[in-house]
């Protein structure tokens, strides 16, 4: 039995939520395509952490709003449990926007400042008329209690709370009709260091109790690397670089993962007196028309001429580690 049940948990733990293939997201623009996603494809597992990082306008975001159908795709596919999130109708669909919330960004614009609290938390719960009257009332109790919130505070409204706290009644709100799956658009940035570790404990701590799975999006590696089993670099719409997240730190393949590495300060002041900070020059160029060849050419340190012409594949250099440069082609 033990046996069988063993083999069953990793099947589980191995079959991916989440597929995304070849997705594009281009949005028309007075002076051209803006090309915001660009062939990104990733799939992510049943319970895992998936940390998405890269610089602002890279593209995170819109990457976000596609899979949860926000936005619709230019080109390729979101597969959710197997299926096309894009083709989804009638009760499918019902599911699909049950199973996958989002928690935003600023948790003070995500709030409706006319609504309470608890009409806040419970916009889900009555949407799919899951719960009424006192079984509702509980629901939202619980919900409150669950991260770190009081009973009472379901009468306030957004403005009696700090940032931290509202960024909390975001997450009660995504977690009201239990989610499958959760894409945090940077759900700390906006607060201070002290409450950013609170948030995230709360997030790590709702995963082990829910089982549940996180697209996890942030500007900063330092972030994702607590959180994350796996890490996504993404550079001006493409994914350059897929590891798990020790073996990202440990041994990063992508010019542009290691310039990143090395603007994280070390707190061994020793240590980091002997680094080698890698500063990149230019700017990002801009997703319009963006140049042809590899995305990051203009900026690499280490460029060879032909990363100006052929784009690099995102392709398997080792096991569970990707990446998308002409160095390691052989
Ligand atoms: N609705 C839209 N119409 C046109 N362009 C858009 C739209 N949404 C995003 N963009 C553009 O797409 C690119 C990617 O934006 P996106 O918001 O996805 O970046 P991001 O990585 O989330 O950035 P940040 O870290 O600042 O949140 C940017 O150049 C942005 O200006
Ligand atoms: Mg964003």
Redesign the pocket.
Same mark, same amino acid.
């Given at each position: 039995m033990t046996g069988t049940m063993g083999v069953s948990d990793s099947m589980a733990a191995s079959d991916p939520i989440l597929e995304v293939r070849n997705l594009q997201k281009y949005f028309q623009v007075t002076n051209g395509v803006l090309k915001a996603v660009d062939d990104v494809s990733l799939s992510i597992r049943r319970g895992e952490t998936f940390g998405l990082v890269g610089e !602002? #306008?890279c593209g995170? !975001?819109?990457l #976000?709003r596609t899979i949860l159908r926000l936005y619709g795709a230019t080109k390729g596919q979101v597969l959710f449990k197997g299926e096309n999130v894009h083709q989804l109708k009638g009760d499918k669909l019902k599911k699909f926007n049950r199973a996958m919330q989002m928690v935003f960004?600023d948790p003070y614009a995500s709030l409706n400042p006319r609504m309470t609290v608890g009409d806040i938390i419970a916009e889900g719960i009555d949407i799919h008329g899951l719960y009424s009257g006192a079984e509702r009332r509980e629901r939202v109790s619980e919900l409150l209690h669950t991260v770190g919130l009081l009973e009472e505070h379901a009468s306030r409204f957004p403005h009696e709370f700090s940032g931290g706290q509202r960024q909390r009644i975001g997450i009660a709100r995504a977690l009201a009709i239990e989610p499958e799956f959760i894409i945090a658009?940077?759900p700390v940035s906006a607060l201070d260091v002290s409450v950013q570790a609170q948030v995230i404990n709360l997030f790590k701590r709702l995963q082990q109790e829910k089982w549940l799975t996180y697209l996890f999006?942030a500007h900063d590696l330092a972030m994702v690397k607590y959180i994350s089993d796996r890490i996504g670099v993404m550079y001006l719409g493409a994914l350059v670089e897929v590891a798990r997240s020790n073996e990202l730190y440990r041994q990063p393949l992508h010019p542009y993962t290691e310039a990143l590495l090395s603007a994280i300060p070390i707190p061994d002041p020793e240590v980091e007196r002997q680094r080698e900070r890698i500063i990149l020059e230019g700017d990002v160029p801009s997703p319009i028309n963006p140049p042809s060849g590899c995305r990051f050419y203009a900026r690499c340190p280490k460029a060879m001429p032909e990363c100006q012409t052929e784009t690099p594949a995102l392709i398997q250099v080792e096991e569970e580690h990707e990446v998308a440069c002409h160095l390691y082609k052989y």
């Amino acid at each position: 039995m033990t046996g069988t049940m063993g083999v069953s948990d990793s099947m589980a733990a191995s079959d991916p939520i989440l597929e995304v293939r070849n997705l594009q997201k281009y949005f028309q623009v007075t002076n051209g395509v803006l090309k915001a996603v660009d062939d990104v494809s990733l799939s992510i597992r049943r319970g895992e952490t998936f940390g998405l990082v890269g610089e !602002s #306008g890279c593209g995170k !975001s819109t990457l #976000g709003r596609t899979i949860l159908r926000l936005y619709g795709a230019t080109k390729g596919q979101v597969l959710f449990k197997g299926e096309n999130v894009h083709q989804l109708k009638g009760d499918k669909l019902k599911k699909f926007n049950r199973a996958m919330q989002m928690v935003f960004q600023d948790p003070y614009a995500s709030l409706n400042p006319r609504m309470t609290v608890g009409d806040i938390i419970a916009e889900g719960i009555d949407i799919h008329g899951l719960y009424s009257g006192a079984e509702r009332r509980e629901r939202v109790s619980e919900l409150l209690h669950t991260v770190g919130l009081l009973e009472e505070h379901a009468s306030r409204f957004p403005h009696e709370f700090s940032g931290g706290q509202r960024q909390r009644i975001g997450i009660a709100r995504a977690l009201a009709i239990e989610p499958e799956f959760i894409i945090a658009d940077e759900p700390v940035s906006a607060l201070d260091v002290s409450v950013q570790a609170q948030v995230i404990n709360l997030f790590k701590r709702l995963q082990q109790e829910k089982w549940l799975t996180y697209l996890f999006i942030a500007h900063d590696l330092a972030m994702v690397k607590y959180i994350s089993d796996r890490i996504g670099v993404m550079y001006l719409g493409a994914l350059v670089e897929v590891a798990r997240s020790n073996e990202l730190y440990r041994q990063p393949l992508h010019p542009y993962t290691e310039a990143l590495l090395s603007a994280i300060p070390i707190p061994d002041p020793e240590v980091e007196r002997q680094r080698e900070r890698i500063i990149l020059e230019g700017d990002v160029p801009s997703p319009i028309n963006p140049p042809s060849g590899c995305r990051f050419y203009a900026r690499c340190p280490k460029a060879m001429p032909e990363c100006q012409t052929e784009t690099p594949a995102l392709i398997q250099v080792e096991e569970e580690h990707e990446v998308a440069c002409h160095l390691y082609k052989y």
